[in-house]
């Protein structure tokens, strides 16, 4: 039989329907927002907009006129009549306030994208390296730190990345998060699970394996429910809702230090820039489309852990592809040359990479793959825009090690 709820029951509905996005303005942020906001969830944004500055500090912007987060909030109302809270607030410096919005928002799950997520950007300098760590580690904390503070019983969903396994896999499956290995215990070997041993590649990915560690401990001492998402690299730019306005656009990333490789790859096509493979192009990394992250982020936030569960970890990605193979592949769709750069990075230049995404796909995830079509979705947005793409910026100026050899202009050298 029906029965209506009473107040304490409407207070706890409520509760269960307000989801924080940290960092929210950004390129995985805004358009998983617009998804949980239109999934009926009630969205509050914060986000310090440090990577619009970022674009400042850099001399370049995204490939997409993204417009300012009031207007593009503005342009959702309008559209949906669903609103969306946004607050300005550097969750790595302003602790008080943090824990003030967790108190007020009582939110059910809080998702954290707010790091300084480019590796090349963490490698430029010393103050880079530092503002990463400072950036990611006290943010990550402080979140943490908030929500044990404020006693309210958050789901956090942290995206982290497949980097935190590095990509060699010594012949193994990578599973998701936690490894399977036998002890000898008096003479008799046991199979126990130990959390897969960290392997980052840069700065960058460093602070994402030192987050792991601070779950780990908010987990066990304060029974803080988190789910960490090992993201793979992410391409496309559109979701459905992204889709709805010019106004609400997505960012779009192509520069020496942000653009992550297939975009770069399609963008550089677009303005007839030789595709920049840097050394063999034998590296394998893992992928998922922009649209699939939003989803995974949607069902890992339906499947929450249980209290006292242990940290809830999913490989999110969908394929594994070698960066030569993505260059031949633009190549043949495009037209464009390409060219092998000296690797600015310290990383194996070829490396075989299978991944466990089991968790996933069994929670109903149906993932798009590079062969359906969405790829020529990416070459028209790259090709709309390209006058917005300066050349100058195309190629990185950081590399990993000060003897990695650049060429006059301080970028990376073509290789011989
Ligand atoms: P992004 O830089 O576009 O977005 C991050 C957002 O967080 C920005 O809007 C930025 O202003 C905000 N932010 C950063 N520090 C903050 C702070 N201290 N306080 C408040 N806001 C802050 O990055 P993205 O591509 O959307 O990535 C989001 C997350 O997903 C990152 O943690 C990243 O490590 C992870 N990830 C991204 C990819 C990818 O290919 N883009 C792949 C794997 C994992
Ligand atoms: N690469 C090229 N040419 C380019 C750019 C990159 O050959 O022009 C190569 C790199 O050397 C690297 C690979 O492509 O071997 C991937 O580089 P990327 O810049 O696309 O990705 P990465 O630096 O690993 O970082 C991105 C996101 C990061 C996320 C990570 C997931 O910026 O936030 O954590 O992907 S993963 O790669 O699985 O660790």
Redesign the pocket.
């Known amino acids: 039989m029906y029965q209506t709820a009473n107040q304490e029951d409407v207070h706890r509905m409520a509760d269960r329907e307000k989801i924080v996005v ?8 805004w358009p998983t927002a617009l998804r949980l906001s239109s999934e009926g969830h009630e969205v509050v944004i ?7 500055k970022i674009d400042i500090e850099l001399g370049c912007e995204s490939l997409t006129p993204i417009q300012p987060i009031d207007r593009r909030i503005r342009t959702w109302q309008t559209l949906t009549g669903k609103t969306l809270e946004f607050h300005n ?5 302003e602790y008080p306030a943090l824990v003030q919005l967790i108190e007020t928002v009582r939110p059910k799950a809080i998702v ?7 590796a090349p950007y963490s490698m430029k300098s010393p103050r880079h390296k530092r503002y990463t760590v400072d ?2 580690i006290n ?1 990550t904390h402080n979140v943490l730190c908030a929500i044990v503070e404020s006693g309210v019983d958050v789901h956090l969903v942290h ?4 980097g935190v396994y590095g990509y060699g896999t010594a012949g193994l499956s990578i599973p998701e998060g936690y490894l399977t290995v036998k002890v000898e215990v008096d003479g008799t070997d046991r199979a126990i699970e130990i959390p897969y041993p960290p392997h980052p590649g840069s700065i ?1 990915h460093m602070t ?1 394996t030192l987050d792991a560690l601070l779950f780990y401990y908010y987990n066990k001492n304060d029974d803080v429910r988190v789910t960490d998402l090992h ?4 391409w496309g730019t559109n979701t459905e809702e992204t889709l709805l306005h010019a106004d609400l656009v997505n ?1 779009f ?1 192509w520069e020496g230090d ?1 653009g ?1 490789v297939l975009n770069r790859f399609l963008v550089q096509a677009a303005v007839g820039h030789p595709l920049t493979i840097y050394g063999s192009g034998g590296q394998t990394r893992a992928f ?1 489309h922009l649209r699939d992250t939003v989803r995974c982020i949607s069902l890992a936030i339906q499947h929450p852990p249980a209290r006292k569960q242990r940290v809830k970890i999913f490989n ?1 990605a969908t394929e594994t592809h070698r960066v030569r193979t993505l260059a031949e592949l633009v190549a043949e769709l495009t037209g464009a040359d390409i060219r092998h750069y000296v690797n600015p990075r310290n990383e194996a230049s070829d490396n075989e990479l299978v991944i466990h995404n089991k968790q996933f796909l069994e929670l109903g995830l149906n993932p798009i793959t590079l062969s359906e079509g969405l790829l020529q979705e990416v070459i028209e947005v790259a090709g709309r825009y390209r006058e917005r793409v300066d050349a100058a910026k195309i190629l990185a100026d950081s590399r990993w090690r000060a003897d990695i050899p650049l060429d006059r202009e301080g970028t990376p050298a073509v290789q011989p």
């Open positions: 940290l960092g929210g303005d950004g390129f995985c942020g914060v986000d310090n907009l440090s990577r619009r607030l550097n969750i790595a410096e954290h994208f707010a790091e300084q997520r480019a950036n990611n943010g995206l982290g990345t497949m960058y994402k993201q793979g690299v992410v960012r990333d942000y992550t998922i999110q």
